[in-house]
């Protein structure tokens, strides 16, 4: 919650793309590989300013990076109460802890120079909630912005919908909570409206959603305008989904988007890069960060046998094997389909500075993958970085028997396992002996 005052807030889902029919007979096609990308992530406050900038009524805030900053901000704000929230990409802020002692990631107040004293306390120091490693996250910014009371809550959301091959308004008079909740326990209270990507969001449309979340007289006008100005914002950033919840009414007779999720098509950074610029990185895992920059997706766990694998769903099942033979996988690493040579390499890096890992296993299905630059981006490695740790290889698929020569000639120690199990087996042992 942005503010408004009250408990909890529901969690978050994330819709996939959608995709638009072809027309038949297909025309010809030029093919460009897109290797997956991490989410791009945004502050609280990014997201209200992308809001903001496109006429959607949030609450009045300015950002500090210091307790003084702070203290002005909420003298500037001349308001009858003042929330002062921690900006942390983590959820469940309200609970936290800070290690100065502090508890509580979000505060209200009517004292501008509480703000300040607050402040001091958040700012240089790491919240702790149940989102955030168990050290916390050092938090380094603060929003300042003006608290409103909250008479009535709904929710409402622009998204992505399959089905519908385009982009749906979904909306509930049952906001401030978790959707899947309602959806669940009281469907009758999901409305839903296919938007025409052609025409955009219709008066009609907006004004039957508004009607549907419980706005009654001038507010419903009011919200209805909302809900057109939102799908402008999701127009203009390329979004997959704007999430408002909830979309309150104050006593005063405002309709105000109190707390909002923005996800983004990361195909479209090209065009939006002012928005991708404002990718907070640095509450990521160094090495998930460092991944990425390759079009690797890394993600650490606790084992010590390093995974290797092009796929998703090969990964899963490779860790799953490993566990199965008495193993713990120490990640899980997808090199993804358009993989080059270099990529191999970085991936190599990446495995063998993680001090845990004992042995790596190599799993890879050749469809798209040339088996043979898999092979030259390990032999490379190999020397290169001088692997001390056992390496077993498994590979299958497009110009396996080259690969499979490479590395026989190269005279390094590669164990070649002819299947998954077998190398998942052979990872196991080599790490017993």
Same mark, same amino acid.
């Given at each position: 919650m942005v503010g408004g005052r009250r408990p909890g807030g529901g969690k978050r889902r994330k819709y996939s793309h959608f995709i638009l029919p072809l027309p038949s007979p297909l025309p010809p096609l030029q093919c460009t590989w897109l290797s997956p990308r991490r989410w791009l992530? &945004?502050?609280?406050?990014?997201?209200? $300013?992308?809001?903001?900038?496109? +006429? #959607?009524? =949030?609450?009045?805030?300015? %950002? !500090?990076?210091?307790?003084?900053?702070?203290?002005?901000?909420?003298?500037?704000?001349?308001?009858?109460?003042?929330?002062?929230?921690?900006?942390?990409?983590?959820?469940?802020?309200?609970?936290?802890?800070?290690?100065?002692?502090?508890?509580?990631?979000?505060?209200?107040?009517?004292?501008?120079?509480?703000?300040?004293?607050?402040?001091?306390?958040? &700012?240089?120091?790491?919240?702790?909630? $149940?989102?955030?490693?168990?050290? +916390? #996250?050092? =938090?380094?910014?603060?929003? %300042? !912005?003006?608290?409103?009371?909250i008479s009535r809550e709904t929710y409402f959301a622009i998204l992505m919908d399959r089905s519908c091959n385009g982009p749906v308004m979904v909306g509930s008079p049952q906001g401030g909570m978790d959707i899947e909740e309602v959806a669940a326990s009281t469907p009758e209270l999901i409305f839903k409206e296919v938007i025409d990507i052609f025409q955009g969001v219709q008066d009609d449309q907006a004004l039957r959603m508004a009607a549907n979340l419980g706005f009654k007289g001038p507010l419903q006008r009011q919200a209805a305008d909302q809900i057109k100005r939102l799908y402008d914002l999701f127009l203009k950033v390329d979004a997959t989904q704007v999430e408002v919840n909830p979309l309150g009414e104050t006593p005063e007779g405002q309709v105000v988007c109190f707390d909002a999720k923005i996800n983004f098509d990361d195909n479209a950074e090209f065009r939006q890069k002012a928005v991708f610029a404002m990718d907070d990185m640095t509450e990521s895992d160094p090495t998930e960060t460092e991944a990425a920059k390759w079009d690797l997706k890394y993600i650490g766990l606790d084992g010590n046998i390093a995974c290797f694998v092009n796929g998703a769903g090969l990964a899963m099942a490779t860790c799953d094997i490993i566990d199965l033979h008495g193993g713990k996988p120490a990640n899980f690493l997808d090199l993804g389909g358009g993989v080059k040579e270099r990529q191999v390499y970085e991936a190599f890096k990446l495995l063998t500075a993680d001090p845990k890992v004992e042995a790596i296993l190599v799993n890879i299905f050749g469809g798209i993958v040339n088996c043979a630059i898999i092979a030259n981006g390990i032999t490379k490695a190999c020397r290169e970085l001088e692997l001390k740790v056992p390496l077993v290889v498994r590979l299958e698929g497009t110009n396996v028997h080259e690969a499979k020569r490479i590395l026989t000639e190269s005279g390094l120690p590669i164990t070649a396992a002819e299947n998954l199990d077998d190398a998942a087996k052979k990872a196991v042992a080599a790490i017993k002996k």
């Open positions: 992530n &945004l502050q609280e406050y990014q997201s209200k $300013k992308l809001m903001q900038e496109s +006429g #959607v009524a =949030v609450q009045r805030f300015y %950002v !500090a990076d210091t307790a003084s900053e702070a203290l002005d901000a909420a003298k500037r704000l001349n308001a009858k109460e003042i929330v002062l929230k921690a900006q942390i990409l983590a959820g469940g802020r309200g609970k936290g802890v800070f290690d100065s002692g502090l508890k509580g990631g979000v505060h209200l107040t009517k004292d501008p120079a509480v703000v300040g004293e607050l402040a001091n306390k958040m &700012l240089g120091y790491n919240l702790t909630t $149940k989102q955030t490693p168990k050290d +916390g #996250v050092k =938090v380094k910014t603060v929003m %300042v !912005a003006e608290a409103l009371d």
